[in-house]
């Protein structure tokens, strides 16, 4: 198990234990307690606590910085709603790929919707498209068929 899993794990334990589902630590005191980096802690903040999985996390840096994750449950279509209005212009094949597995994973899309539009946003799909473009079209058919499972 790699230290973003150890990381996670300790704060979905503790955010299973906090009081109303919000969790409130210290990101220098759990850089400490996992001897690391405080932008290690950072990336397992967005990639582990997205609003795709369900956390809100407000974070406030300097010396009594803190996180605070919040578990929130948000209906299928806000949550659909929240990725298409996040995806933005462009989007990469391998972010692409995590927040189509978020979305599985969430139960916002069937696994066979999630593998379909991974396929269609695939770097094969977009074979004939110029690479310089390949993220731009990759985040327009993304909002198109998120659009339509709304």
Do not use: W
């Not at 503790?14 to 109303?20: G, I, P, Q, T, Y």
């Amino acid at each position: 198990m790699g230290i973003s899993d150890l990381i996670a794990s300790f704060l979905q334990e503790s955010l299973e234990e906090a009081e109303n589902g919000v969790l409130e630590v210290q990101r220098n005191d759990l850089a400490q307690r996992f001897n690391c980096v405080p932008s290690q802690i950072n990336y397992v903040m967005s990639t582990r606590f997205s609003p795709e999985r369900g956390y809100i996390v407000e974070s406030r840096r300097g010396g009594n910085g803190y996180i605070r994750i919040t578990r929130v449950q948000v209906d299928r279509q806000t949550l659909l709603m929240h990725v298409i209005n996040s995806l933005g212009d462009r989007v990469d094949l391998p972010s692409a790929r995590a927040i189509l597995s978020n979305l599985v994973q969430s139960g916002a899309l069937s696994e066979d919707v999630g593998r379909a539009l991974l396929a269609a946003v695939g770097d094969k799909a977009l074979g004939a498209v110029l690479r310089e473009n390949r993220d731009a079209v990759r985040a327009d058919i993304m909002k198109q068929v998120l659009i339509l499972q709304v």
